[in-house]
């Protein structure tokens, strides 16, 4: 079990941008809420949305996922076999992220996703708050 990684986290920030690296709308709006958890037992949780009092007009809705399940980490990637969803298309799916750390920070990279005509390669930015 990789140490680094067990602990809860707060979403601070996202990110993203096309194929041809411009930026696209963040994911989860400019005030992102999100927690992450990893504990020692090789079980995660995670729970993102889009955290606006108001959306803008026009934005009929909320981004908004979370999931859990057995999660293993190599020190750069992270996969977790999902067995609960707020999505139920992901149920016994595996979601795979790339990990790096900055400093403090630790950084997931889902992969790719189609949003409209466009593939959003997405950044997820957490800080730790409890080990």
């Known amino acids: 079990m ?11 920030e996202t990110r993203a941008t096309d194929d041809d690296g411009h930026p696209v709308p963040s994911p989860y709006g400019p005030e992102p809420m999100g927690l992450l958890k990893f504990n020692t037992q090789g079980r995660m949780m995670a729970v993102l949305s889009d955290g606006r009092a108001v959306l803008p007009e026009g934005q009929s809705g909320r981004e908004y996922v979370s999931y859990c399940g057995q999660y293993c980490f190599d020190g750069k990637t992270l996969r977790t076999a999902v067995d609960g969803t707020s999505d139920a298309g992901r149920i016994g799916g595996v979601q795979v992220r790339r ?5 403090e920070m630790m950084v997931l990279f889902p992969p790719p996703r189609a949003l409209g005509d466009v593939n959003q390669h997405r950044e997820l930015i957490w800080e730790k708050i409890l080990s």
């Open 2 to 12: 990789d140490k680094q990684i067990v602990g809860e986290w707060r979403l601070v």
């Open 99 to 103: 990990v790096e750390f900055r400093g």
